[in-house]
């Protein structure tokens, strides 16, 4: 299972930090992912963490920062630089003999 949260209201140019608690064994191999969903618009991928490498949509580089805490099983992101462009429902996934969805959490930027 995966548990999204962090979401909330903020000002165009400030911060959240997104967490997504996983359960269950597989995390510490797993690629885990963060994807968002804006009205009227398809999922898209924001960012991506494996063992090897992380990797962002161009129009998040240099603002956001995907991590992951192995001890607590948890992946996190960072954003940084708030856009209204960033409004969207954010969900994390794990792709691990599966694909695994969380629910998402909305995150909505004022200008």
């Known amino acids: 299972q995966l548990q999204a949260s962090g979401g909330g209201l903020v000002q165009a140019g400030g911060s959240l930090r997104l967490s997504c608690a996983a359960s269950g064994s597989g995390f510490s191999t797993a690629d885990m992912s963060w994807y968002r969903q804006a009205p009227g618009k398809e999922r898209e991928l924001v960012a991506l963490?494996?063992?090897?490498?992380?990797k962002y949509a161009d129009s998040v580089k240099g603002r956001f920062t995907i991590s992951r805490d192995y001890a607590k099983n948890t992946l996190y992101l960072q954003m940084k630089g708030l856009k209204s462009e960033d409004t969207a429902v954010y969900y994390c996934?794990?792709?691990?003999?599966?694909?695994?969805w969380g629910k998402g959490t909305q995150v909505t930027v004022s200008s």
């Open positions: 996934r794990c792709d691990f003999r599966g694909v695994y």
């Open positions: 963490i494996s063992s090897i490498r992380t």
